[in-house]
């Protein structure tokens, strides 16, 4: 049942404070709606591609018009919409256990109709970018099937090392030159520019430095911004539609000046209930947010003065502050470790010590798991990552479990108890830190 049937006028959240971000934000993903709202109107191809992964500088060198069926589903759940598409997926066949996320898009294409009431035409090309999400292939398949249009993958080799090797490279190189380019053009009807990526890439580099600079702010203390309610607003252009264009590059900047001034007054981040109170705790958070419930999910923190200053979902599609940027001296090369290099893609051992960094660097106080009952890809081995993070930082860590467009699955009263007790636990070691020095 959509929680829009179900929550109390009196409930609802009144007056929603936005900054800048959340309301340039906004504007940018609404307009990407309405272009593929129009775009076989105005004699373009529409492409559909998953975020980690996403070729966004490619698809613009082929004039499509791009779909992204993760934040189509995400605006949904964020909209109250996804609940009813959920249970017309399952009416259709669809297993409880499947992906939400694949339940929503698949209910949605059946409406015809976009998370903004525009139309969303069926996509004319799949690209798959398979970057460690098995469910990715069963999606496009069942779309494909439904509407037809062609499809492309692109197959990433799994980071089980924890590294890219050059054979890994080349691999995903030889598959862009001799499949996924020659079917682009083909489906499209432009010829390939390679100088026309590079300068794709030269806007997604200044973009990316901007973007590390704003999610690495939140080392400071206070910290400026929540590094996963407040990220998924500064990373929406990066892993959407936008990144490789002038407009997200004037986005970060934007926002980095903005970030930068909230650190010289030692703000805190902006909630939707204005600006944050007291910084009593900082945490690490993995796994994606619960979309259908985002406010009142995120004000559970913020009501225990609780920011989260690093979380794995703001950097599932891209790991940027370690390093990568795309490089328009090897456009080729750079879209393959991109690729290789998503979150999803990495090895367990990986995902830990990207979370104990992040913990040191960052001075948090342990690391929250928001496990996800539809989502094996982030869920699997979650158990695991708690105890090691645990082991190699002595800093608590704990589980909330919710969903991320299935209103069924979120309970409010659950993870506050949860959310609560876990900062109790944070509350007393501090203590005892304190008593033993």
Sequence with gaps: MSTAATTPASKKPLNVQKDEAMLLQKEMINRNY??????????????????????????MCFDFARSLPETNALQMGMRKKSGKLIMDAERDGHSEDVCTYVKSDLGMLDT????????????????LSYTGCFTFMKWFELVRHKYGGESVMLHVPYQGEGKIAPNMRDYVVRQLKDTVIPTLERVSGVKFDIDRLREYMKESAKAEDDM???????????????????????IGPMFGAFRGTKEATRFYSLVHSEIEERVRQGKGPVTPDGEMGEEKYRLVVE???????????WKL??????????????????????GFRHDPDH?????AEY????????????????????????????????????????????????????????KPAAFIETDIVDPRYFSAANVKNRLESYLQMVKQKRSAAAAAH
């Design 34 to 59: 309405h272009d593929l709202a129009t775009a076989h109107e105005q004699g373009r191809k529409i492409s559909a591609t998953f975020v980690p992964g996403n070729l966004n500088e490619l698809m």
């Design 112 to 127: 015809g109709l976009g998370p903004t009431g525009e139309k969303l035409p069926p996509p004319d090309l799949l690209m």
């Design 212 to 234: 590390v600079k704003i999610l690495q702010s939140a080392k400071n203390r206070p910290s400026p911004i929540d590094g996963y309610f407040g990220a998924v607003y500064y």
């Design 287 to 297: 796994g994606p947010p619960a979309w259908t419930s985002f406010r009142e999910f």
């Design 301 to 322: 923190f913020y009501d225990e003065g609780a920011v989260v200053v690093a979380s794995t979902y703001a950097k599932v599609g891209g790991v940027y502050d370690f």
């Design 331 to 335: 456009p080729l090369e750079s879209l």
């Design 339 to 394: 690729c290789l290099g998503c979150y999803t893609n990495l090895s367990l051992p990986s995902r830990i010590d990207m979370m104990v960094k992040y913990i040191d660097e960052y001075q948090a106080d342990g690391l929250l798991i928001n496990s996800i009952k539809s989502c094996n890809s982030f869920s699997a081995g979650q158990l695991l990552i708690l105890r090691e993070v645990e082991r190699r930082t002595g």
